[in-house]
C-alpha cells in the first residue's frame, strides 16, 4: 500500500514513515547534487545562508536534463548518494528532514539521520524519463552557473519513492540482505 505524503517534511511525519514504505510525495522538493551540496555548505559558512529554507525540505539528488518542447522538465533520475555523505549530516542539522537518492549512506549520515529525525527514500534508477512525468513545475533557484547540478526547486505529485532508511536508522539495505544470508 503507498503512503502518500506532502510537503514540507515534518519530523512527525517522518516518524511515522517505515523503511520499506512505499511512498508518493506531493509538494515542493529540491534538487542538488554533489557541486551544488559543497557550495551551499561553503555559502553558509561564509553567509549563514542556504539558497531555500531547508527545514523540513526533501533534496532529491538528481542533475535534470533540459526539458524538452512543451515538458517541464528533462529526464531526471537519481544519482548515487554517497557522493554528499560528507554533506549531508551538516544540512540535516540544520533542518533536512528527507533525501532521494539512490545506494547506500554512510554511518555518518545514518547517525546524523536517527539524532534529528530525517528518513531517505530511494527512487529507481533507469526510470528518469518515467519520474520526471511526475514533476509538474521546474526552476533554477540557485548556482546556474553548475548547469544541471544547478539547485532546482521542483513541484512533484505522488512522486514515486521507497522507504530505505527510516529516522530510527532501519536500513532496507541492510535487513534485506540478511533475508538472504540465510
Same mark, same amino acid.
Given at each position: 500500500?503507498? =503512503?502518500?505524503?506532502? /510537503?514540507?517534511?515534518?519530523?512527525?511525519?517522518?516518524?511515522?514513515?517505515?523503511?520499506?514504505?512505499?511512498?508518493?510525495?506531493?509538494?515542493?522538493?529540491?534538487? !542538488?547534487?554533489? !557541486?551544488?551540496?559543497?557550495?551551499?555548505?561553503?555559502?553558509?559558512?561564509?553567509?549563514?545562508?542556504?539558497?531555500?529554507?531547508?527545514? +523540513?525540505?526533501?533534496? @532529491? @539528488?538528481?542533475?535534470?536534463?533540459?526539458?524538452?518542447?512543451?515538458?517541464?522538465?528533462?529526464?531526471?533520475?537519481?544519482?548515487?548518494?554517497?557522493?554528499?555523505?560528507?554533506?549531508?549530516?551538516?544540512?540535516?542539522?540544520?533542518?533536512? /528532514?528527507?533525501?532521494?537518492?539512490?545506494?547506500?549512506?554512510?554511518?555518518?549520515?545514518?547517525?546524523?539521520?536517527? =539524532?534529528?529525525?530525517?528518513? *531517505?527514500?530511494?527512487?529507481?534508477?533507469?526510470?528518469?524519463?518515467?519520474?520526471?512525468?511526475?514533476?509538474? !513545475? $521546474?526552476?533554477?533557484? !540557485? @548556482?546556474?552557473?553548475?548547469?544541471?547540478?544547478?539547485?532546482?526547486?521542483?513541484?512533484?505529485?505522488?512522486?514515486? $519513492?521507497?522507504?530505505?532508511?527510516?529516522?530510527?536508522? +532501519? +536500513?532496507? *539495505?541492510?535487513?534485506?540482505?540478511? =533475508?538472504?544470508?540465510?
Amino acid at each position: 500500500m503507498t =503512503k502518500h505524503i506532502s /510537503t514540507p517534511l515534518t519530523k512527525d511525519v517522518a516518524k511515522t514513515l517505515s523503511a520499506g514504505d512505499i511512498i508518493a510525495i506531493t509538494g515542493t522538493i529540491y534538487t !542538488a547534487r554533489d !557541486a551544488a551540496h559543497k557550495r551551499m555548505v561553503e555559502d553558509y559558512e561564509a553567509k549563514k545562508a542556504l539558497p531555500f529554507n531547508i527545514e +523540513n525540505a526533501i533534496i @532529491y @539528488y538528481a542533475g535534470p536534463s533540459p526539458a524538452k518542447p512543451n515538458h517541464v522538465i528533462g529526464s531526471a533520475g537519481p544519482t548515487t548518494s554517497y557522493r554528499m555523505d560528507s554533506y549531508a549530516p551538516f544540512l540535516i542539522d540544520k533542518g533536512l /528532514t528527507g533525501m532521494i537518492g539512490k545506494g547506500s549512506r554512510n554511518e555518518d549520515v545514518i547517525q546524523a539521520m536517527k =539524532k534529528n529525525t530525517a528518513v *531517505y527514500f530511494a527512487a529507481t534508477g533507469g526510470a528518469a524519463a518515467l519520474m520526471s512525468n511526475q514533476i509538474k !513545475a $521546474c526552476k533554477v533557484i !540557485a @548556482y546556474d552557473d553548475l548547469g544541471a547540478e544547478a539547485v532546482h526547486e521542483l513541484y512533484v505529485e505522488d512522486f514515486p $519513492c521507497i522507504v530505505v532508511i527510516d529516522s530510527l536508522g +532501519n +536500513n532496507l *539495505y541492510e535487513t534485506e540482505k540478511q =533475508k538472504y544470508k540465510r
